[in-house]
């Protein structure tokens, strides 16, 4: 059993900054690539910054320059640095992970989603 569990969501101002956080758990052998996905009311799920393990980081063109993912491997945790928050960034954030569990059956998980809103 493999777990993400995402923290660090909530209510900013605009030009405000928030950090999330998603720690995985459970039966895990190796992590490939981790990554942060987010979806507004009414619109479709939409990469927002991925990286994966020893490689370079992709990040949505709408983020660029504004929000930075990271990873603590030793913790299986990823982190997304969100500054400059606007109003459009408002979505229930996704933490993905592909990874190899214990049996080394490479599966995809994702966590439960997390609430961000940028609003006055």
């Known amino acids: 059993q493999v777990q993400l569990v995402e923290s660090g969501g909530g209510l900013v101002q605009p030009g405000g900054s928030l950090r999330l956080s998603c720690a995985a758990s459970?039966?895990?052998?190796?992590?490939?690539?981790m990554g942060w996905y987010r979806q507004a009311p009414g619109k479709q799920r939409e990469l927002v910054a991925t990286?994966?393990?020893?490689?370079?980081?992709n990040y949505a063109d709408s983020v660029k320059g504004r929000f930075t993912i990271s990873r603590d491997n030793a913790k299986k945790t990823a982190y997304l640095q969100m500054n400059d928050l606007k109003p459009e960034d408002t979505a229930v954030y996704y933490c993905n992970a592909a990874l190899f569990t214990l049996g080394m059956r490479f599966s995809i998980y994702w966590g439960q989603g997390i609430q961000v809103t940028v609003s006055s």
């Open positions: 459970g039966s895990i052998h190796s992590i490939n690539h």
């Open positions: 990286m994966p393990t020893g490689g370079s980081t």
